[in-house]
Nanobody
Framework: VQLQASGGGLVQAGGSLRLSCAASGFNVNYYAIGWFRQAPGKEREGVSCIDNRGGSTYYVDSVKGRFTISRDKSMNMVYLQMNSLTPDDTAVYYC??????????????????WGKGTLVTVSS
């Protein structure tokens, strides 16, 4: 099982980025996939999570209405579309795989496999 996040970069405040999580060794359709971030000097934070199959999606309050998580079964990918970015969104972003359902208030319940992160920097 492997996951690899990509798509990070430098963007101005108000801009957009789409992060991709490439999965191998399993079918993303059958598992919960979460996006997490860790800013310098801060604890890791759950950003979003999507349940298995056509399941529910979840977001931390600070990104609701701005970020959208989605799954592409044919490509075995999960995406995080990030709009209206602010400097507070600056962090290393990671994707992770859990069981079938997103768990925990921070979505990290049961997350067993983690990918390497991708850095998102939002300039003011």
């Amino acid at each position: 099982v492997q996951l690899q996040a990509s798509g990070g970069g430098l963007v101005q405040a108000g801009g957009s980025l789409r992060l991709s999580c490439a999965a191998s060794g399993f079918n993303v359709n059958y598992y919960a996939i979460g996006w997490f971030r860790q800013a310098p000097g801060k604890e890791r934070e759950g950003v979003s999570c999507i349940d298995n199959r056509g399941g529910s999606t979840y977001y931390v309050d600070s990104v609701k209405g701005r970020f959208t998580i989605s799954r592409d079964k044919s490509m075995n990918m999960v995406y995080l579309q990030m709009n209206s970015l602010t400097p507070d969104d600056t962090a290393v972003y990671y994707c992770a795989r859990g069981g079938p359902w997103c768990r925990g208030s921070s979505f990290d319940g049961g997350m067993e496999y983690w990918g390497k992160g991708t850095l998102v920097t939002v300039s003011s």
